[in-house]
């Protein structure tokens, strides 16, 4: 079957040749096709062009044609959201009035709240909850046009538990139109009872979990919460290290409550991003300067905690490409609006609409492993992506902040 999207007011992100990546002053450019056409056969994009080069013979002999009519509207790649926490019990508002009455998030996880909270509740739920509150949430952002996400663990922190957010996450993959990245972050939080013997976890990670995660096929990545209060750049190293017996390439969490060597440590580990970056210095863009980790950007997780905001423009001046995701989680950003985040990507971090559009798509679809199949308009690629209401301009997706300009949704060739 043949879909063609035809009058498209502006055809956002094509390439003739597919990127890695995009970095430094590169991030500032978009290819944008104006009053443009797109052909997707079965899953695939198969072409694209002006509209004055359309040739009725692109369709001829298909059996079945679909044309749709995209005039005044935006067509552009799906938003691959590199970074979530999708799979969770229950939501976490109290938690929220208390950051508004005065705690701090380490306040409230030191006092057992947070990450161990969500682990409390993950014990009690459900495969069969789980994964239907999951599937609803990846419906949710695939109305507001992510079409690949990657999904962690880590609110399990016992072999049981880890292993059934893995499982659903499993489960998901097989039930969902979206791309799904699986990675496992069992070093999310210290569970209550090792305060004095962290060790003891650290090995039942590396001598029970990983094992039993290899033997399902349960990860494709693997993440630590290398940070202050969290877990050392010490034991990361040893977890990591554990990780790569088993192929699990790293994606950290780093560098958001402080200082604190988790962009270096990710790097010395051929991490394939690290990410929040919200203490960033010289050393830490130095660090990161011709590898081929890339650094991913959580404005949502900043916004909802008011954390200190990532010197993007820095990093870019340097020469660094850069990735923005939600993090969807309950504790710190309840929300996969990737239309949103551009907003504050833009707004907060003073990114162009262009480069905001570059973190969201080539580079987010690099940090979560998924460039060949996704994250432009390519021809050979998925035809994974999404036709906005009538806009004057693509810019006007990040200018209409907190509403969804997202129409009409297509992952691998069907129209959602
Ligand atoms: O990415 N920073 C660590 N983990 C999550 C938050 C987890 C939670 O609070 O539930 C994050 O922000
Ligand atoms: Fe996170």
């Known amino acids: 079957m043949k879909v063609i999207l035809e009058n498209i007011k502006e055809l956002v992100q094509v390439e003739e040749h597919a990127r890695t990546w995009v970095a430094g002053e590169e991030m500032k450019e978009l290819t944008v096709l104006k009053d443009a056409f797109l052909v997707i056969n079965d899953d695939q994009i198969e072409t694209f062009g002006l509209m004055k080069d359309f040739n009725e013979i692109l369709v001829e002999g298909a059996e079945m044609v679909m044309e749709i009519d995209c005039a005044g509207k935006i067509v552009m790649p799906g938003y691959c959201d590199s970074h979530t926490h999708l799979v969770f019990p229950a939501s976490r508002e109290q938690e929220f009035v208390d950051r508004i009455t005065g705690l701090s998030y380490e306040e409230i996880a030191r006092r057992g709240g947070g990450i161990l909270n969500s682990a409390q509740r993950m014990e009690q739920a459900t495969e069969e909850e789980l994964f ?29 538990s880890e292993l059934k957010m893995l499982r659903v996450i499993k489960r998901l993959k097989e039930s969902s139109p979206l791309m799904i990245k699986s990675t496992f972050l069992g070093a999310h939080a210290l569970p209550a009872g090792y305060h004095n013997n962290r060790q003891k976890y650290i090995q039942l990670i590396i001598q029970e979990m990983l094992p039993e995660i290899d033997k399902e096929g349960l990860a494709d990545y693997m993440d630590v919460f290398c940070d202050q209060g969290f877990f050392t750049v010490e034991e990361t190293a040893q977890l990591l290290e554990a990780g790569m017996k088993y192929d699990l390439q790293p994606k950290i969490h780093a560098n958001e409550l402080g200082l604190t060597g988790g962009v270096q440590v990710g790097v010395q580990y051929g991490a394939l991003s690290v990410d929040h970056l919200e203490h960033i210095g010289e ?15 959580l ?29 969807y989680n309950p504790g710190s950003s309840p929300s996969g609006n990737m239309n949103f985040i551009q907003s504050l990507a833009c707004i907060n971090y003073q990114m162009t609409p262009e480069e905001a559009i570059n973190a969201c798509t080539i580079n987010s679809a690099y940090a979560m492993g998924v460039e060949h199949s996704c994250g432009s308009i390519c021809r050979g690629k998925l035809a994974n992506l999404f036709i906005t209401r009538e806009l004057p301009t693509y810019s006007a997706i990040p200018y209409y902040f907190g509403s969804n300009p997202v129409e009409t949704v297509i992952i691998n060739g069907e129209i959602y």
């Open 283 to 297: 050393s830490e863009i130095e660090a990161l300067l011709g590898t081929e980790t890339m650094p991913t950007v």
């Open 299 to 327: 404005p949502g997780a900043a916004f909802f905690l008011k954390l200190p905001l990532s010197p993007v423009r820095q990093m870019m001046q340097a020469g660094l490409p850069l990735a923005l995701a939600s993090d």
């Open 132 to 160: 239907l509150s999951a599937m609803s949430r990846l419906d949710e952002i695939k109305k507001h046009g992510t079409t690949a996400v990657e999904i962690k663990s880590g609110y399990g922190l016992t072999l049981e």
